[in-house]
C-alpha cells in the first residue's frame, strides 16, 4: 500500500520484494496445512480448492488491475488491501493446533533436514517458469497497448481468463487424482 502513498522508486521496488516473499512464502505453508491435516480423498480436495481459489482470486485480481490501472499506475497498489480481510478471517476461523503428519504421526524436532536434489531441480525449473511468467503477465498489457491492438482493461480480461483456468484445474483436481490411483 506504500507505493501508493508514495512516489519513490526504493519504496515501490521494497515493497514488491517485500510482496514477493509474502507470496513466494504462501504457497508452501498452504501446503504445509494441507499435508498436515488432510489424508487421502479429503487431501485431494482441499488441493484442488486451494488451488481454485488461488486461480480465480488471481483472475479477480488482474481483471480489477486492468479496469483500476485506468485511473493511474498507482492505484494498482490498493488491491492489497483485501489482505486486511483475510487476516481477519483467518484469525477468526483458523483453529489453533500444532498438526499431525498425514500418518498421524508429530515429526521428529531431531531428524535433520535433507536437502534433495530432485527438488532443487525442480524448484530452479519452477523459478525459471515463474519468472517468465510473471514477465509475461506484468509486460503484456504494455506490449498491447504499445502496438494499438487493445487497452491494459482487455489485457485485464485475457488475463483472467488463463487464471480461470486454473480454477477449472482445481475443481477436478481430487477427480483426476482418484482416477491415476485406481
Same mark, same amino acid.
Request: aromatic share 12%; hydrophobic share 55%; proline share 5%.
Given at each position: 500500500?506504500?507505493?501508493?502513498?508514495l512516489q519513490n522508486f526504493v519504496?515501490?521496488?521494497?515493497?514488491? +520484494? /517485500? #510482496? =514477493?516473499?509474502? &507470496?513466494?512464502?504462501?504457497?508452501?505453508?498452504?501446503?504445509a496445512l494441507i499435508a498436515n491435516n488432510f489424508t487421502g480423498l479429503q487431501k485431494d480436495r482441499a488441493i484442488g480448492i486451494y488451488t481454485?481459489?488461488?486461480s480465480i482470486g488471481g483472475a479477480v485480481m488482474v481483471f480489477l488491475s486492468g479496469v483500476?490501472?485506468?485511473?493511474?499506475?498507482?492505484y494498482n497498489f490498493l488491491v492489497y488491501? +483485501? /489482505? #486486511? =480481510?483475510?487476516? &481477519?478471517?483467518?484469525?477468526?476461523?483458523?483453529?489453533?493446533g500444532h498438526g499431525q503428519g498425514a500418518e498421524g504421526e508429530r515429526p521428529s524436532k531431531s531428524s535433520a533436514p535433507v536437502i534433495n536434489p530432485?527438488?532443487?531441480?525442480?524448484?530452479?525449473v519452477f523459478f525459471i517458469y515463474m519468472t517468465y511468467?510473471?514477465?509475461?503477465?506484468?509486460?503484456?498489457?504494455?506490449?498491447?497497448?504499445?502496438?494499438?491492438? =487493445?487497452?491494459?482493461?482487455?489485457?485485464?480480461v485475457v488475463s483472467s481468463v488463463f487464471l480461470v483456468s486454473g480454477f477449472v484445474c482445481g475443481l477436478v483436481y481430487s477427480k483426476i487424482t482418484a482416477v491415476f490411483r485406481g
Open positions: 500500500i506504500l507505493p501508493f502513498l519504496v515501490v521496488f521494497c515493497s514488491r +520484494i /517485500a #510482496v =514477493g516473499i509474502a &507470496i513466494g512464502s504462501m504457497t508452501p505453508l498452504a501446503n481454485a481459489s488461488e483500476i490501472v485506468q485511473f493511474g499506475w498507482r488491501l +483485501i /489482505a #486486511v =480481510g483475510q487476516f &481477519i478471517l483467518v484469525t477468526r476461523f483458523c483453529p489453533p530432485t527438488v532443487c531441480f525442480v524448484w530452479v511468467l510473471n514477465t509475461f503477465a506484468t509486460h503484456i498489457s504494455q506490449f498491447v497497448e504499445g502496438e494499438g491492438i =487493445g487497452t491494459s482493461a482487455v489485457c485485464g
